[in-house]
């Protein structure tokens, strides 16, 4: 049986299917490793099922012993591995698309919800008590007739689409090569992302985190947007400069943000923890039972298919 080392704790019923499949060494207490200790406990292991809280760089990978062949992220991302640095040590890496669009894309719309209609605020004056309704009790900001910017229309993004224009949201989305006219269902492509911002009433960020996108929201950008816009984010943490978009909530060119994702989880700027108009949620985009259940059937089958045929379902680099 391959030796495994699972670094995070799964759903129980995926720790079942783990031992049953392979020699699994598990993470009973969901430790966080550090990268010293990852590289110590996965001596003498054949792969590894990681998460995106493990940081596996190009030193780490270095490290790692060469009996492991191959890196299962239980996530879609894959930002936390040094991809070429697993390539040149013979790593396959694989990862966890499709199953958890649904659920990440449910929450990208809870965001722009949250963030339009100052749910934080809401939230805070309903648990302190004492308020009394009156005509303008925290006026939001209404989605119909809205336009909503899609800064990467993959499957998650284009799920977030087809809910949104059900809101009556009209579509807009950038991508760097435009989709087919049927995965597009009338949503309106621009080719660069300043005339995407300039349309964007709401901005929902959806692409994945890489060497282009990194701080793609920053100082610059945040100025094509219309005055007043709300911007969200469901993808990654590091697409956005974080001073330069509470420096624009401050001074209201951004009405209002929706976050699940950050740069340095879990230590976010602190400039968003008490801002009123910073709805903010602790990376939970995939978290129901359904999906997490999926996830880690997935990241088990990848290591497993991989150890039968050779062959990879969902290799990513
Ligand atoms: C979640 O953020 C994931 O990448 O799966």
Redesign the pocket.
């Known amino acids: 049986m391959k030796k495994i080392l699972i670094t995070r704790k799964l759903l129980s019923s995926c720790e079942d299917k783990a031992k049953k499949t392979f020699d699994a060494s598990l993470n009973l207490n969901d430790e966080l490793y550090s990268q010293k200790r990852l590289i110590e406990l996965s001596k003498k292991h054949d792969g590894i099922l990681s998460a ?1 809280t493990d940081k596996l760089d190009a030193k780490t990978i270095n490290q790692l012993p060469d009996t492991v062949k191959i890196i299962s992220n239980f ?3 894959f930002g936390n591995i040094d991809l070429e640095a697993a390539k040149q040590k013979g790593i396959v890496v694989t990862n ?1 698309p499709e199953v ?1 669009t649904d659920a ?1 894309a449910e929450i990208g719309v809870l965001l722009i919800l949250g963030a339009c209609r100052r749910a934080a605020e809401g939230i805070e004056r309903a648990r302190k008590g004492g308020w009394i309704w009156s005509a303008d009790l925290l006026i939001g900001k209404q989605l119909t007739g809205a336009r909503l910017g899609i800064l990467g229309m993959g499957r998650i993004g284009q799920k977030i689409a087809k809910v949104a224009k059900s809101l009556g949201m009209v579509i807009h989305y950038h991508n760097r090569s435009r989709l087919i006219q049927e995965k597009e269902q009338g949503a309106n492509y621009h080719d660069n992302l300043k005339d995407l911002m300039k349309v964007s009433d709401v901005l929902s960020i959806c692409c994945p985190a890489s060497k282009e996108t990194i701080n793609m929201i920053n100082k610059d950008t945040i100025e094509y947007l219309p005055k007043g816009a709300v911007v969200t984010n469901v993808a990654r943490g590091d697409i956005v400069e974080d001073e330069a978009m509470i420096d624009a909530l401050n001074r209201r060119k951004v009405y209002a943000v929706g976050l699940d ?1 950050y740069k340095n989880e879990p230590n976010l700027n602190p400039g968003y923890l008490n801002h009123p108009s910073a709805f903010i949620l602790p ?1 939970v ?2 978290a129901t039972k359904e999906t997490r259940t999926a ?1 880690a059937n997935l990241a088990i089958d990848n290591l497993d298919e991989f150890f039968r045929t050779g062959n990879c379902i969902n290799k990513v680099n």
């Open positions: 995106l996530a879609v991302g966890t958890l990440t994702v990376h985009g995939s996830m």
